[in-house]
């Protein structure tokens, strides 16, 4: 058996988290011969559901999980950190000024972030779920300036999970049709609905599942989580790409630096690297300026509120 990592789930008495846990402490996300010590961390009125959650953690009996550590106190959590899983974010309230959300988690993630700095391991891998995940994440690392900035990622996995559900891949997949393989795109012949409805569904299907639950999608964003974590931590399969926010810098798709956007990258040896040259249609274009002029807008409004916090 290797030594034991640690793992940091935050907002460890939530919803996410619940569906979560159990993965990480089974082996699915560290590997089978990977010991664990888990370190659950959430704010001080959730510490009662949090001992629930450690029973339940306990009661499962997992062989790899060597210990499980709940708290309210960063100095804690954060400490000699291997890996740090940053779920816990302020939720949008009815009635909540887009802008007072994100001075809200603004103050979170530049607490946590030096928080990172100050007690966690400099190889710490960092994986922000809680939204705004961008911004939040960027924020994170600007107040971490002794670990590297690729070591920060934010979850775009759910998405692209889901465009995988509706449709895999369309630029590259290929079907069956009358026993010739073709592109989707000349098979469909309806690039309105996947230029519409398509990347609608796909926008909008967390509303869609709280509309359905009364809850958000929980289980679904846990699993992206396991996805985005292992394939850090084990690389990416041959041939393949996957979607993660990562720092800007570099990039050859015309993002522009400085910014934690999502793209295709290719993971070795716990590194990511771009994946260049994918042809970008004008559709694409359009909507990849919009959202880094979204990012933008947004990371100027958060450095605003990171020098007066």
């Known amino acids: 058996m290797s030594e034991p990592i640690r793992v940091l789930v935050t907002?460890?008495?939530?919803?996410?988290?619940?569906?979560?846990?159990?993965?990480?402490?089974?082996?699915?996300?560290?590997?089978?011969?990977?010991?664990?010590?888990?370190?659950?961390?959430?704010?001080?009125?959730?510490?009662?559901?949090?001992?629930?959650?450690?029973?339940?953690l306990q009661d499962c009996?997992?062989?790899?999980?060597?210990?499980?550590?709940?708290?309210?106190?960063?100095?804690?959590?954060?400490?000699?950190?291997?890996?740090a899983i940053l779920v816990g974010s302020m939720p949008r309230r009815e009635g909540m000024e887009r802008k007072d959300l994100l001075k809200a988690n603004?103050?979170?993630?530049?607490?946590?972030?030096?928080?990172?700095?100050?007690?966690?391991?400099?190889?710490?891998?960092?994986?922000?779920?809680?939204?705004?995940?961008?911004?939040?994440?960027?924020t994170a690392s600007k107040s971490a300036p002794s670990i590297p900035k690729e070591n920060f990622s934010c979850l775009t996995r759910l998405d692209h999970n889901r465009a995988k559900a509706q449709y895999p891949d369309?630029?590259?997949?290929?079907?069956?049709?009358?026993?010739?393989?073709?592109?989707?795109?000349?098979?469909?012949?309806?690039?309105?609905?996947?230029?519409?409805?398509?990347?609608?569904?796909?926008?909008?299907?967390?509303?869609?599942?709280?509309?359905?639950?009364?809850?958000?999608?929980?289980?679904?964003?846990?699993?992206a989580i396991c996805d985005h974590v292992r394939d850090i931590w084990f690389g990416t399969p041959e041939g393949e790409f996957v979607s993660m926010g990562v720092i800007s810098d570099g990039n050859s798709y015309g993002v522009p630096d400085d910014l934690l956007?999502?793209?295709?990258?290719?993971?070795?040896?716990?590194t990511w690297k771009f994946v260049e040259g994918l042809p970008i249609n004008d559709f694409s274009r359009e909507k990849m300026d919009l959202t880094a002029k979204e990012l933008t807008e947004e990371k100027e409004s958060a450095f605003e509120f990171l020098s007066s916090a």
Not at 113 to 133: C, E, R
Not at 261 to 270: D, L
């Open 106 to 138: 603004v103050k979170i993630f530049k607490s946590q972030g030096a928080a990172l700095d100050k007690y966690a391991k400099k190889s710490v891998k960092v994986i922000v779920v809680g939204n705004p995940a961008n911004t939040n994440c960027l």
């Open 61 to 83: 009996a997992l062989p790899l999980l060597k210990d499980v550590i709940a708290t309210d106190k960063e100095d804690v959590a954060f400490k000699d950190l291997d890996v």
């Open 170 to 223: 369309v630029n590259h997949a290929k079907v069956k049709l009358q026993g010739k393989e073709v592109g989707v795109y000349e098979a469909l012949k309806d690039d309105s609905w996947l230029k519409g409805e398509f990347v609608t569904t796909v926008q909008q299907r967390g509303a869609a599942v709280i509309k359905a639950r009364k809850l958000s999608s929980a289980m679904s964003a846990a699993k």
């Open 261 to 270: 956007y999502s793209f295709p990258v290719v993971i070795k040896n716990k």
């Open 11 to 56: 907002g460890a008495a939530g919803q996410i988290a619940y569906s979560l846990l159990y993965s990480i402490g089974n082996g699915s996300v560290f590997g089978k011969d990977q010991p664990i010590i888990l370190v659950l961390l959430d704010i001080t009125p959730m510490m009662g559901v949090l001992d629930g959650v450690l029973m339940e």
